[in-house]
């Protein structure tokens, strides 16, 4: 017989027992109040009336013809005794009558009290039914519930992506996770069931903990079993596990069976770990970011505390790194922030801790040194591994760094203090011609204010009209006339009076103002030179910069193109001058643009060439008209100096590519005279004239005339 059956079989039976039961309580009350028969009553009665009215007659008859022998007397007597006779007999029915009807009355009402009684019983009968039905409906329901409860539950540890398994404590072999090992990819029998087998596939660091944890629980001296560990799969890799369990105790407190659950968490684990990451280390370098460079600065100033060391912190800053990402793209600039990080990690190895702080700012952590002079050492061998060229998708390039230093506790006491006294230092290597380091005195902080009041002060200087062009002649060398100028900004600040160039230019490079400005001095030289021609002076060739953030403009040229055509001034006469590191920052893009604005009739001059790392390869790419030599070059020229040969060199392979050759710092007549000899074509420098305002320059032309009649 099959459960089902079975369960019906057991509800009837209990359903028939409970009926039989009411059955026989109600029998039982039937009888206790049964009426007597009442049928043979009449007989009774008129059976005994028939006895005594016989037996009066034949008595009295008898007994009164013995006592009587007159016959009236006798007739008076016999009258008489015949109403004696109606006279008893009727009482005696009386009482035999009410007799009866007081039975049959009181019979009558028990009879409705029974009757009653039985309609309550039957009431009774009814409920109880109805009561037995619910109980059997209510069984049917329990019965269907527990079977899909069971179903469910089946269904459930079917399809759970959760491993169950049970450790009969009590044989201590027995440990049946065959659900966790099919999540593992094992077979059922490729892994017994036992707890050994269960060990054998825990992850070796995390075994102790594992087995600690089971065992505390198992004493109950943790409230519940909860643990995280690894297991390893088929293939060999690990997955993290949460496992959870609950034990049976048995009455002395002993633990008889555990049952749990695994949990193959793997997926959150590697999310959690990334978070971390994310939280913690910089995305790109996969270094420390600047949370925990600064909680690892924290701990090191406490531990230099506590042992009397000093502690270095060296500020790092990529020089012209916007140029970079200007250039050639993000996507360059943060492949070589990430070869950075990686040149960093290289030369520290074990001896400091390297982070990324943000953009392209790093920083180094030097412990347990003794005094400052022991940086240096670190210092050099990372600005020497700077030197070497970048290549980033087959393009050379050269970027160098700036380092601060300050040091604990002679900088500062506390990490905000070092932080920015480094960071301070760092600008004042930059300020110092950059790819070099600087250590951080008390006075770089009186600077880093005047940096930033010039800064804000810059910011006005073009709506206060405190900014103006000055212009420094261009001497043609074989005939003395003034054929061109170079125009270069001044600031007149109205308190610190006239502000040189290199002082404000960085500032505004970095401001980003030099956009701005840039746009304003091509503006205001290509107007002057207008009024210039307006009022009748000789053609003038007009030598305007520009700086390497303009040159990224992407409406560069359309900007310079609107500005000729405002002036309605001839192209062939403006001149721009680009220095050559600038040129070689993206070659392909420098040769685009610079093609551009020859296009409209723009002359292009290259500035400080040979200052730099640039190639001959390069030079004969670019579409250039002019080449000046640095003053560095014609400063020391004697006969016999190196200058000198390079001097001669430049000329030389300048006039070999059909390029005019301006000498830019003629102080002497000795470099005059030699650039003469030379057939350099164009000179500027005190030797000829400073940089003057437009008032000045015009005296100066009308000066040339004069002497020229």
Not at 200 to 227: C, F, N, Q
Not at 276 to 299: G, K, Q, W
Not at 310 to 331: C, R
Request: proline share 3%; hydrophobic share 40%.
């Amino acid at each position: 017989m099959n459960k089902t059956n079975k369960s019906k079989g057991w509800k009837q039976s209990i359903q028939q027992r409970d009926a039989s039961q009411e059955l026989d309580g109600i029998k039982g009350l039937l009888a206790l109040h049964k009426k007597p028969e009442l049928s043979l009553v009449p007989i009774k009665i008129a059976l005994l009336y028939l006895t005594i009215g016989c037996a009066w007659v034949i008595l009295s008859d008898e007994a009164l013809a013995e006592l009587f022998n007159n016959i009236e007397t006798l007739t008076r007597v016999q009258t008489i005794k015949g109403w004696i006779f109606i006279l008893v007999t009727g009482i005696m029915i009386y009482f035999m009558i009410g007799s009866s009807l007081k039975k049959g009355e009181y019979w009558n009402q028990k009879l409705i009290q029974s009757y009653e009684e039985l309609e309550a019983v039957h009431g009774q009968l009814i409920a109880t039914e109805e009561a037995l039905k619910e109980k059997y409906d209510a069984l049917l329901k329990s019965e269907v519930a527990l079977k899909e409860s069971e179903e469910r539950y089946r269904l459930a540890l079917e399809g759970t992506s959760d491993g169950i398994w049970v450790h009969d404590i009590t044989k201590q072999d027995n440990f049946f996770f065959n659900r966790t090992k099919e999540i593992l990819g094992y077979e059922e029998d490729e892994i017994p069931n036992t707890i050994e087998g269960w060990q054998s596939i825990i992850h070796a660091e995390d075994i102790a903990s594992t087995l600690e944890v089971r065992g505390k629980y198992l004493s109950r001296t943790m409230p519940s079993y909860e643990h995280e560990y690894r297991l390893r799969t088929k293939e060999g890799d690990y997955r993290w596990i949460a496992s959870r369990g609950k034990a049976v105790w048995d009455d002395h407190g002993n633990p008889i069976r555990m049952v749990g659950s695994h949990k193959d968490i793997t997926n959150q684990k590697r999310a959690e770990e990334k978070i971390h990451r994310l939280a913690y280390y910089d995305n790109l370098t996969e270094l420390p970011n600047r949370v925990v460079f600064e909680e690892s600065l924290s701990a090191s100033l406490e531990d230099s505390k506590k042992k009397g060391e000093m502690t270095a912190l060296l500020y790092l800053d990529l020089d012209n790194f916007k140029m970079v990402n200007d250039t050639l793209g993000h996507i360059f600039g943060d492949l070589l922030l990430k070869n950075v990080g990686e040149l960093l990690r290289r030369c520290l190895g074990e001896q400091g801790i390297v982070t990324r702080l943000g953009g392209d700012e790093f920083a180094i952590l030097l412990l347990g040194i003794t005094k400052k002079e022991d940086v240096i050492p670190v210092v050099n061998r990372v600005l020497a591994a700077f030197q070497n060229p970048w290549l980033l998708d087959d393009r050379e390039f050269y970027i160098t760094t700036s380092i601060g230093i300050a040091v604990y506790p002679l900088d500062g006491e506390d990490r905000h203090t070092l932080l920015r006294n480094a960071d301070t230092a760092m600008y004042s290597a930059k300020d110092f011609g950059k790819n070099n380091f600087r250590f951080y005195i008390m006075d770089m902080n009186k600077k880093i204010v005047e940096k930033l009041e010039m800064s804000n002060s810059l910011r006005r200087a073009l709506e206060r009209k405190e900014l103006l062009l000055y212009y420094q002649p261009q001497v043609d060398l074989e005939n003395g006339k003034i054929v061109g100028v170079e125009a270069l900004i001044r600031w007149n600040h109205p308190v610190w009076g006239m502000v040189p160039p290199v002082k404000f230019i960085p500032i505004a490079e970095e401001t980003g103002m030099i956009m701005d400005i840039g746009e304003w001095i091509l503006s205001e030289a290509c107007s002057q030179r207008r009024k210039w021609k307006d009022a009748g002076y000789p053609p003038l060739g007009i030598g305007i910069n520009l700086s390497a953030r303009q040159f990224q403009q992407q409406n560069l040229v359309e900007m310079i193109h609107r500005i000729i055509l405002e002036n309605d001034l001839e192209p062939e006469y403006i001149e721009l001058e680009i220095t050559e590191s600038l040129a070689m920052k993206d070659l392909a893009h420098t040769v685009e643009i610079l093609k551009k604005l020859r296009s409209l009739g723009i002359k292009i001059a290259l500035d400080d060439f040979g200052t730099g790392y640039s190639s001959l390869n390069y030079l004969k790419q670019l579409p250039i008209d002019t080449l000046k030599i640095d003053k560095s070059f014609v400063k020391d020229i004697t006969m016999g100096s190196n200058e000198e040969a390079i001097a001669k060199s430049l000329i030389t392979l300048a006039h070999s590519m059909n390029l005019t050759v301006t000498a830019e710092g003629i102080e002497t007549e000795t470099q005059h005279k030699f650039l003469q000899e030379q057939n350099c074509d164009k000179a500027q420098g005190y030797l000829f004239s400073k940089p003057v305002s437009p008032d000045a320059l015009e005296k100066l032309l009308a000066d040339q005339e004069k002497g020229l009649d």
